[in-house]
């Protein structure tokens, strides 16, 4: 029998807690976002009546479909390749974007937040593993613009986010945790500035993120299954 979306949530929730308490921290300290991309308002609706308020989006539509729909209360993340002709319409709407992986869009949504009044919380995609298959700033590239990444007077830089090599072995993802943590420190070191952020782990892995550093995770299937679960 399926477990319940409460009962998922519920273990998701102690899971991240026990991950939190090895890596010295409380579970406040850790960001818990639920990946509702593709999940219906009824569904999301019901995550929210087990008491959370914190949501990742990957697709711009959606967005403009779930955000008008539900509580003001509620916090919206944008998790997804963001588009330079969908910025606008998606700053106004969300707490953060995640998924900054260019020079050029950090520029773009600089203008557009200057347009709209608006100082959005960034953080810049990191592709560590250099996959041709995942947008983001290679290591190298990173160093390269952070200059002029950080002269833009609009967005603020919060920190780093990683979709590592996926691999069912949450141990063998462990080292580009480590690899992304660095690289922030680096960057801090750089630059002088602190980027106190980092977006790593979802459901295959995040506990490991958390023991290596992360202070949001974002997690989907561990809470509302592959489409299919038992309502409550």
């Given at each position: 029998?399926?477990?319940?979306?409460?009962?998922?949530?519920?273990?998701?929730?102690?899971?991240?807690?026990?991950?939190a308490?090895?890596?010295?921290?409380?579970?406040?300290?850790i960001?818990?976002?639920?990946?509702?991309?593709?999940?219906?308002?009824?569904?999301?609706?019901?995550?929210?009546?087990?008491?959370?308020?914190?949501?990742?989006?990957?697709?711009?539509?959606?967005?403009?479909?779930?955000?008008?729909?539900?509580?003001?209360?509620?916090?919206?993340?944008?998790?997804?390749?963001?588009?330079?002709?969908?910025?606008?319409?998606?700053?106004?709407?969300?707490?953060?974007i995640?998924?900054?992986?260019?020079?050029?869009?950090?520029?773009?949504?600089?203008?557009?937040?200057?347009?709209?009044?608006?100082?959005?919380?960034?953080?810049?995609?990191?592709?560590?593993?250099?996959e041709?298959?995942?947008?983001?700033?290679?290591?190298?590239?990173?160093?390269?613009?952070?200059?002029?990444?950080?002269?833009?007077?609009?967005?603020?830089?919060?920190?780093?986010?990683?979709?590592?090599?996926?691999?069912?072995?949450?141990?063998?993802v462990?080292?580009?945790?480590?690899?992304?943590?660095?690289?922030?420190d680096?960057?801090?070191?750089?630059?002088?500035?602190?980027?106190?952020?980092?977006?790593?782990?979802?459901?295959?892995?995040?506990?490991?993120?958390?023991?290596?550093?992360a202070?949001?995770?974002?997690?989907?299937?561990?809470?509302?299954?592959?489409?299919?679960?038992?309502?409550?």
């Amino acid at each position: 029998m399926m477990p319940s979306l409460g009962d998922s949530y519920q273990k998701t929730k102690s899971q991240i807690e026990i991950a939190a308490k090895k890596a010295g921290k409380t579970f406040s300290e850790i960001e818990f976002i639920a990946v509702s991309k593709t999940w219906p308002i009824e569904v999301i609706s019901e995550l929210v009546d087990c008491g959370h308020k914190v949501f990742g989006e990957n697709k711009v539509q959606e967005i403009e479909t779930k955000v008008p729909n539900m509580s003001s209360s509620l916090e919206w993340h944008f998790i997804g390749h963001l588009q330079r002709n969908k910025v606008r319409k998606v700053l106004p709407l969300v707490n953060m974007i995640h998924s900054v992986d260019s020079l050029q869009i950090a520029k773009r949504i600089n203008d557009v937040a200057s347009d709209l009044g608006l100082f959005p919380k960034i953080l810049l995609q990191v592709n560590n593993a250099d996959e041709a298959s995942k947008n983001g700033f290679t290591k190298k590239g990173i160093f390269e613009v952070i200059d002029e990444l950080l002269e833009l007077d609009r967005v603020e830089i919060e920190g780093l986010m990683v979709i590592p090599p996926f691999d069912p072995d949450p141990e063998k993802v462990r080292p580009h945790f480590i690899d992304v943590r660095n690289l922030r420190d680096e960057l801090e070191e750089i630059s002088g500035i602190k980027l106190p952020h980092l977006s790593m782990g979802m459901s295959n892995d995040f506990e490991v993120a958390i023991e290596e550093g992360a202070t949001s995770v974002r997690v989907g299937s561990s809470i509302f299954g592959k489409r299919s679960y038992k309502k409550k």
